[in-house]
């Protein structure tokens, strides 16, 4: 190999950096009460206006409920997400449970939990929304995993739009 071989190889031109600094890719969160409502085209409008132009495509849109809860007492986040997974409907793929407190989250098991349940489905959102809020639906989803507690919703379902 010479060193102009190497250099053939290791060559860049202009139009190759402006191609590929052109691209960029973002994620955006929007808390909204109605998911539904949410229009693709007028997003993507808004941020070509507001981006000179600049020509935009969505590649995937994702809904969430978020809420959290205290359970009493101790339990294991897997069982957390297990329950919130049979109570929704949701694929268990699909639900979060995190510890509330950080020390928690070094521990297995914690009584105050974060959830986050993700959907493709708009639609679905305040069924999930409404069906993760109802605790007497959790402490029996827990309960047929042999775990008793006694569930409050200390953060109210917000939706998103991812």
Partial sequence: TTAEDVK??????????????????????????DVTSF???AYLA???ESMDKAEFT??????QVKL????????????VAEAIANVTGVDPAGITASAARRLSRLLAASSKFDVVITTDTATAVDGIAEKASDTSLVDGALSSQGVT?????????KRWCL
Avoid: P
């Avoid at 969505?58 to 809904?63: D, L, N, P, Q």
């Avoid at 959290?68 to 069982?79: A, C, E, N, R, T």
């Fill in 149 to 157: 507690v006694s569930t409050a919703v200390t953060a109210q379902a």
């Fill in 46 to 48: 808004a941020l070509a």
């Fill in 58 to 63: 969505i590649t995937e849109v994702k809904y």
């Fill in 8 to 33: 053939v190889a290791t060559s860049t031109t202009a139009e190759d950096v402006k191609a590929s600094t052109n691209k960029v890719s973002f994620g955006a969160s929007l808390t909204m009460e």
């Fill in 39 to 41: 229009d693709q085209d």
């Fill in 68 to 79: 959290s809860y205290d359970f009493g007492s101790s339990i294991d986040s897997s069982k």
